[in-house]
């Protein structure tokens, strides 16, 4: 999975465990002429492995711990993890607001928005409204099958900007990953939800989300936030 999010440059400096090891590996001595040792690509695999299965369980938690940004991968603080399946709702939705943020009508627009997106183009938009630690957290994981196809948008204003993704691997390979960036840079900055209401921006990057997905893949698609 790819977790995204709009980080302040103080959060991105904060480094994994993890992340510090692979860059221990490349500055270890060694005996040889040679100022860096390299290590086989085949080394990293099990770190990869390990990093992909990791980064659902660190967003669902309500922060996001992976930050994608122009100078590479860097890890964020993250919270402890929560799982509270008592705030699940007793039936299945895509959309869950334990925030109070949505109303009644606005939920079931953006569940319907949200069901066309999947007949339309085989993805799976999931919306969990929150603010942390008042989350269901890692128990959305099971509620709704995450899988390589599902965007999962955490609505939660902890960190200033409310728009936080969790990207499928496939969803990756069709979505430029610089179009979240802008997403939430658009519609999750503080002053825009703080202006328009938490609301407006949830339901504006469900729509901008769902444009995205509708263009053909391409050099171009998802260039413009809409």
Not at 22 to 47: E, G, M, T, Y
Not at 89 to 105: H, N, Q
Request: net charge neutral.
């Amino acid at each position: 999975m790819v977790v995204l999010q709009l980080l302040s440059p103080s959060i991105c400096q904060h480094t994994s465990k993890n992340l510090t090891h692979v860059v221990a590996i490349s500055r270890s001595p060694v005996s040889s002429p040679q100022l860096f040792s390299i290590p086989k690509s085949s080394d990293f695999a099990p770190l990869i492995s390990k990093l992909k299965s990791n980064s659902l369980n660190l967003a669902l938690t309500g922060t996001v711990a992976l930050a994608l940004t122009f100078s590479g991968v860097g890890f964020a603080e993250a919270k402890v993890g929560v799982n509270k399946p008592e705030l699940l709702p007793k039936e299945f939705t895509t959309v869950i607001d334990v925030a109070g943020f949505l109303s009644e009508g606005q939920e079931k627009r953006l569940a319907k928005e949200i069901d066309s997106i999947e007949k339309d183009t085989g993805f799976k938009l999931r919306v969990l409204a929150q603010n942390y630690p008042d989350t269901p957290g890692l128990a959305i994981k099971d509620f709704w099958q995450v899988d390589d196809r599902t965007i999962v948008f955490v609505a939660d204003p902890t960190f200033g900007n409310i728009l936080n993704f969790n990207v499928g691997e496939t969803v990756d390979l069709d979505i430029p990953r610089s179009f979240w960036s802008r997403l939430a840079g658009k519609y999750g900055n503080m002053f825009y939800w703080k202006e328009k209401g938490e609301d407006a921006s949830v339901e504006a990057a469900v729509m901008a989300i769902s444009s995205c997905l509708r263009e053909p893949v391409g050099v171009n698609n998802c260039a413009e936030v809409k």
